[in-house]
Structures are given as C-alpha cells and as structure tokens.
C-alpha cells in the first residue's frame, strides 16, 4: 500500500489567494483526519470524517476553512482567503479500529 | 474537553540508556492512548498504542505503561540508538478508539548522543 498520499508537498501562495490540499486515504480505510501542525500550537485536529461524513469540525478556525469528502478515497481541505497566520504543515491521516492512524507526509504551506 | 500533557520537553540520554516520555490526561473517559514518532520532513508514525482494559503493552525495545486511576501513560524504550533519535508525541482519544479524534501532546525531542 503506498500509504496516505497528500499533496502538494509544498505551497507558496500569497495572501488573499485559494489554497486547496488534497488527500487520498488508505483503501478500506473508513476515518479520515485533518490536523494542523505549528511550533506554537503543535498538532491540532481541524475536521474529521467517518464513512465520508463530517463528524466534528469544531477545530476549523474560521469560516474560510471548508473541508470535504466526496468519496471514500479523497478528501481536501480549502482555505479562501488565504493568511500569513494560516502558514502551516497540514497532515491528513486515515484510519480504522483495528490500525490506528496512518499519516501522511504532510503540506507545508506558506502564506507571504 | 480532553487535555493532554506531556513531559519533557526534551529528553538527552547516552546511547544504550532507557528513556521515559511521561503524558496525562483529564477525561476519564479517554480508553485508547497511542504514541507516535515524528522525524524531520515527515508525518508522525504510530509506534506503539495501548487500551485502557490493559496495564502493559511491550513491542521489543518499546513499552507503554497506562495508569487509569491516575490518569497517566509513560513510554519507555530501553538500549536506545541514535535512529531512536526524534520528536515523540502521545495522545488520547477522549471518545474512544483509532476512528474518533485524537488530542495530542505537546512532543518531546528525544535526542540519543553515540
């Protein structure tokens, strides 16, 4: 299994633009995860999935972040407009009962 | 909501010596708490994980302890090596099991001197 697959790995962008990640889950996977990563707030869950249905998006910062899961095997994460504060490494991990959760490589954004 | 704290921050000890991450937690309801392994430029990796209807859990150089009335959890990993050198992360899941949200810990670079 090549595991799950985000992208880009990187992204520059300046500040007012749309910015969207992308995630492709692990088959059979039936949990899909967002986190956040920083220095000063460390890992911290954005939105989550079970069976493609949002099930708590109390993380989401504000209303210029949206997430969605069209089917089972992808999932992004939309930022409009984008800011300097949004500036980040943003996982995405899938995950079932049985094995825990898998991460991805992660993006690193950055907002100039 | 669940909290979860983690200590040290950062750990340093001579290659072939233990080390010992120490975490809590405040939601007695929490029942699964794995630890997870970040290296640099990569996504953090499950190590090991423990349910809260055990004590113990060892995978080789590699224990977990969980202490439910005191709401605590402690990695240990014995004959450490300079490729167990990395960022260490444990967490809780406040409602239960590897498909709901996990709340993290704030890490701790473990750095293991040849």
């Known amino acids: 299994d090549a595991g799950v697959i985000q992208s880009p790995r990187h992204e520059v962008t300046e500040m007012g633009q749309e910015v969207t990640l992308r995630c492709k889950p692990i088959?059979?996977?039936?949990?899909l995860f967002w986190y956040r990563q920083t220095m000063m707030r460390g890992l911290e869950l954005l939105i989550y999935f079970n069976n493609n249905v949002p099930i708590d998006d109390s993380g989401m910062p504000e209303d210029r972040f949206s997430a969605k899961m069209p089917n089972a095997s992808f999932s992004t994460l939309k930022i409009q407009p984008s800011e300097p504060r949004d500036s980040a490494v943003y996982f995405c991990?899938?995950?079932?009962?049985?094995?825990?959760?898998?991460f991805g490589s992660g993006t690193r954004l950055t907002v100039v | 909501g669940e909290n979860v704290e983690q200590h040290p921050s950062t750990l340093s000890v001579q290659e072939g010596d233990s080390a010992v991450i120490k975490c809590t937690y405040s939601?007695?309801?929490?029942?699964?708490f794995p630890w997870y392994k970040q290296e640099l430029g990569k996504g953090p990796q499950l190590i090991i994980d423990?349910?809260?209807?055990?004590g113990e859990k060892k995978d080789q150089r590699i224990a977990v302890t969980l202490n439910k009335t005191a709401k605590h959890f402690s990695l240990h990993i014995t004959e450490t090596q300079p490729e167990d050198s990395a960022v260490y992360f444990c967490a809780a899941s406040p409602r239960g099991g590897a498909t709901n949200k996990l709340i993290f810990g704030t890490g701790t670079l473990l750095a293991v001197q040849p």
């Open positions: 991990a899938s995950s079932t009962l049985q094995s825990g959760y898998t």
């Open positions: 088959s059979g996977h039936n949990s």
């Open positions: 423990i349910r809260s209807n055990v």
């Open positions: 939601d007695s309801a929490s029942n699964y």
